[in-house]
Each structure stands twice: as C-alpha cells, then as structure tokens.
C-alpha cells in the first residue's frame, strides 16, 4: 500500500507530500490539486506499462491518463527543470523518479542518478490488482443539447443536479 507520494514541480506544486492511509478522500477547492494527485499516479503506473518508468521517461499522454506536454506539467515558477516523483510504500520500498526538462527539445529525460528499487514495481499501482474508476466530470455547460429523446432528458437533468431539478420544474417538455 502506497504511504506516501511526493511531488516536486509537477503541475500545481512545488513540493508537495501526500499521505495515504487505508482510506484516504481528497478534497477541496476547485484547482488545487486533487485530480493532479491523481494524474501522477496514473502517470507512474501508464509510463510503467509503457516499459519507459525503469530507464527512460514519462508517457505523458495514453490510455490512463492525457497531461498534454511538458511545460503543462512542469510546474510554472520551477526554480529548475526538474520533475520528480516519490512513492514510499508501507513496508518501507521506497522509489524516487527525477526527469531533467529539456526546454529546446520540449522533452523529459530519465536522470541518471536514479536508483532502483525493484520491489516498488510489486505494489498494487504496478500489478494487476491495480483498480481504478473514472468519472466524467459534468461542469457548466454554455448550453443544453435539447436533442436528447424526452424520456431520457428528465433523469440526465435530475442526475446532474437536484437545484437544476428544481429549476426545471416549470420547464414542459
């Protein structure tokens, strides 16, 4: 089980340490890192899938996870072009990942001073106990697409929201 996830100059944050207990939720405002958290996780786990974590670089974008290029991930006041990751698990493995950012060629490399500690590729993020589910965000939308058939409009509406619900109830379709 992970115990611990270190962030440094990855999207939002500087330098940033995440603990994680059996059950952890995260909260807060909007745009302060919650699905960032996240993100890197599945961005380990993606790279790793993608036989490229162990000695190469970071899959950036693929089936998990879609961050986009570097410099959206890099975080905007780094002091240097490094992004690094490190995952502490609870029996005390313990991996860190540094990627030197080259801004000519808009690309991470792996830093060669990294250590191995192969047993963290025996926790569950790397394995196929790993479990993951995904929701589409609904955020504001400018409008409503109203082609929907009838029957299956009113649930949608009701689903999104039970102040949209309310609103609606003087709408006649």
């Known amino acids: 089980m992970i115990q611990e996830l270190h962030l440094h100059n990855y ?3 500087a330098d940033q340490k995440v603990s994680f207990k059996a059950l952890t939720l995260l ?3 909007n745009d302060t890192g919650k699905s960032s958290v996240i993100q890197s996780l599945l961005l380990l786990r993606q790279s790793y899938q993608q036989n ?3 000695d190469r670089g970071l899959a ?3 089936d ?3 961050v986009g290029t570097v410099e959206d991930v890099l975080f905007e006041k780094a002091i240097e072009d490094v992004i690094a990751f490190q ?4 029996n005390g493995h313990e991996q860190a990942w540094r990627f030197l950012y080259d801004r000519k060629t808009d690309a991470l490399s792996w830093d060669i001073s990294n250590t191995q500690d192969k047993q963290i590729y025996h926790s569950s993020l790397f394995n196929n106990n790993f479990h993951y589910l995904t929701a589409e ?3 504001p939308r400018p409008f409503f697409d109203m082609r929907f058939c009838r029957h299956a409009l009113i649930p949608m509406v009701v689903s999104i ?3 949209t619900a309310f609103l609606m109830n003087g709408i006649r379709i």
């Open 161 to 163: 929201s039970g102040r």
């Open 137 to 139: 965000r609904i955020g």
């Open 27 to 29: 909260s807060g405002f």
């Open 11 to 13: 999207k939002c944050f």
């Open 52 to 54: 490229l974590l162990l």
């Open 64 to 66: 998990l996870v879609n």
């Open 60 to 62: 950036l974008n693929g």
């Open 87 to 90: 995952l502490r698990l609870k």
